[in-house]
């Protein structure tokens, strides 16, 4: 994304101290949100790839049950991508293999974004919930999956 200048920028800090950085951070991404004070931009990180994360999940295991019960996986991402279930997930970097081109699927899941790091952002997500209080059921249960996935230091490094 950095490469492509189309990342989105969730910044926390006071206004002055974010106009200050935003023209930096212009030159890599195309969004630059401010979320509030110091914190918030990571916060909204730790909730978007807690949301990324279990989308990709669920993209998976529906793609999964599909194919195992006869339907070609381009034509259920496309009913994905066109109805109720649509998302990045499945419209850009589909964990199918040959389904998205240019995705990392495609290439033995190299590049993209190491499901190591996912794990560890599910990590601090979940992390943070128990310290204001709150359960993440899904997140959870997502994080105990990218757990196992990267029990194999190979797993680890491919894309999540």
Partial sequence: GAKAGT???????GE???DAA??????????????GDVGAGQAAKLANNLALAIQMASIAEALTLGVSLGVDPAKLSSIFDTSTSGCWSSRVN?????????????????GGFAARLMAKDLGLAVEAAH????????????KALYDIIC??????????
């Fill in 151 to 160: 029990q194999d230091e190979e797993m680890a490094n491919k894309d999540f």
């Fill in 94 to 110: 589909n964990p199918w293999p040959g389904v998205v081109e240019g995705a990392p699927a495609g290439r033995g899941y190299e």
């Fill in 131 to 142: 310290g204001v209080g709150k359960h993440l059921p899904m997140g959870s249960a997502v």
């Fill in 16 to 18: 002055a101290d974010v």
């Fill in 7 to 13: 990342l989105t920028f969730m910044v926390g800090g």
């Fill in 22 to 35: 935003k023209a930096l951070l212009d030159l890599m991404g195309k969004n630059v949100v401010h979320c």
